[in-house]
Nanobody, 123 residues
Framework: HVQLVESGGGSVQAGGSLILSCASS????????MGWFRQAPGKERERVAT????????DYADSVKGRFTISHDNFKNTVYLQMNSLKPEDTAMYFC?????????????????WGQGTQVTVS
């Protein structure tokens, strides 16, 4: 049974930084794709960043390129999202997601496993 637990959200002023963590357990196999998505009130859930943990290949949404960094610790089986130069438009609930597949989907419907989410508020 795959479980994802996020932590690290909070409130920060524009220009500040936050780091989110997602600890995973119960991985099905090594073809693991981990992703961060976010959803603001009244908006659809959107992809922020994904990483194929076996090879460490990150992929970012254009809106966060150059500001956010996704990484994975294979020993801790934890994925991180370092968020720098935060903007008010980054305010959203951030979700960790996992899929066991040969390449990382870019849409949320490609991920069958989800965490509970952690709130990020930028003012």
């Amino acid at each position: 049974h795959v479980q994802l637990v996020e932590s690290g959200g909070g409130s920060v002023q524009a220009g500040g930084s936050l780091i989110l963590s997602c600890a995973s357990s119960g991985a099905i196999d090594s073809r693991q794709c981990m992703g961060w998505f976010r959803q603001a009130p009244g908006k659809e859930r959107e992809r922020v960043a994904t990483i194929y943990t076996r090879v460490g290949s990150p992929d970012y949404a254009d809106s966060v390129k150059g500001r956010f960094t996704i990484s994975h610790d294979n020993f801790k089986n934890t994925v991180y999202l370092q968020m720098n130069s935060l903007k008010p438009e980054d305010t959203a609930m951030y979700f960790c997601a996992a899929a066991y597949i040969n390449s990382c989907p870019r849409t949320s419907d490609g991920y069958p496993y989800w965490g509970q989410g952690t709130q990020v508020t930028v003012s």
